[in-house]
């Protein structure tokens, strides 16, 4: 457990770099950096569990249903995180509502919320539709998993895109 513990603060660490150099950070101070590295946090926790469990192959294993809920677990909690975080982070850049139409950094935003809303109906489906009756859609159930991280790793990408447009205001 305690190799665990350093893996898990070293990622933490990690992490923060990222959130320290954020323009939400430079801008917003203190409250900015723990709000990014919480969405950061989130966000890599939420990839990495389902990332892993359809690489791992989960489904294929007897304590399936218990891991899998698990993960579902630990996946809406980061949703609820995400949430919350993305909106304040938001608010650090666009001040108005014209600013998501009229700049770059807006259109990719509206791009990364759109994406991000499907993959949430997707994550639900599986939760609320195919999680309680597992035994007869297992396949169902795959095949949603792995289209949803297919999503997430989208998500990834378009926010790749976000911290590299220009902000909509002046620093």
Known sequence: HLLTV????????????FSALSHATTMAG???????????SSASLWVGAITFSVLDKAWKKPAFEITIKRV??????????LVGTGIYVATVHIKTFDALFSTAYGRVLLMKLAVFSVTLILAASNRWYFMPQLLGRKNAFQKVLVFEVFLLVTVLVITGLLTTSPLPHEM
Request: proline content about 3%; charged content about 5%; some cysteine.
């Open 6 to 17: 350093l893996y898990c603060l070293a990622s933490l660490g990690l992490l923060a770099t």
């Open 30 to 40: 203190t409250p900015a950096f723990i709000t990014d590295l919480i969405h950061m």
């Open 72 to 81: 579902s677990n630990l996946a809406l909690l980061c949703v609820v995180l």
